[in-house]
């Protein structure tokens, strides 16, 4: 059996489509077919049924991608780094994140991968967004803070996040001082990411709070803009401490202390494997787990 035909026929088992597998590998659709023809003859059995909106793999198709497992990728990914090391690196490298956090956090450890010779292409976007961007190949690298679930991505878990029930000082003393935290919450107007309230949601169900009856005053998928509100006496909401923790230093936030537990997220950088075969991806990757774990043990 080749490795290409095996390349392929990991594609689209983990895509479940020929076509999806053909553009993600850079060949025609017949190709695939062919790939996949041949490895069906030399097991004398089929790896797949057609159907209207796809491929369904066969039991013999599962027991050969569980056979297979990560060593195809992991040798893949192994000789991209072999050649980023021993040749000269360039090109494009798309990297999306979350917009505060690739403000904030990732746009200042950049520089390694610039003064290599990678040009980079930055996007921000929300979870849904950025998994859709990395399974159809608009980016190459993404930061995630929820951990990646889909089978088709690869992921390095980051440094992780302590988030912060914040408001100006004189709002978080007004509540904090409150006999009824709940209450002083839910009376206070309070702001946050979208109408869902992600972030809001987990610091108080970790202090076993009930979530506000009534809808935000503000919502903005950009926390740094919440921050400046806040700092303008707006309200209370919940931030990660990369982002409050300068604003408390300086007086312009402060904390409402939690009952309970000061809760964690923690950020992933998540890929497609098939993106690792491109030496200058494999290159930028390690490049940002390094300077990003290390900003993490810097901060602890």
Known sequence: MQLQQLRTFVEVYRRRSISEAARVLGLTQPAVSQHVASLESQLGRPLFERHARGVRPTTIADDLAASLGNSLDSAEAALASMRARSSEIGGV??????????????????????????????????????FDMLLNGRTDLAFIVSRPDDPRLTFQPLGTE????????????????????????????HLAYDLERPV???????????????????????????????????????????LCAASVARGGLAIIPPPVATPENRFHLAWTPSALRQPRVAFARTLLIEALNGASAESR
């Open 93 to 130: 490298v798309h990297i999306a994140g979350p917009s505060d956090y690739m403000a904030e956090s990732v746009a200042p450890r950049l520089d390694p991968l610039l003064k290599a010779g990678l040009e980079l292409r930055l996007h921000v976007g929300g979870r849904d967004l950025l």
């Open 162 to 189: 302590k988030l912060h029930a914040c408001a100006s000082p004189a709002v978080a003393k007004a509540i904090a001082d409150s006999a009824d935290l709940a209450a002083a919450l839910a009376d206070t107007p």
């Open 200 to 242: 809001v949601r987990t610091w108080l169900q970790a202090n076993r709070l009930p979530l506000p009856p009534t809808m935000p005053v503000v919502t903005a998928p950009d926390l740094r803009v919440l921050r400046m509100m806040l700092c303008n006496g707006t309200g209370w909401t919940v931030l990660p401490d990369y």
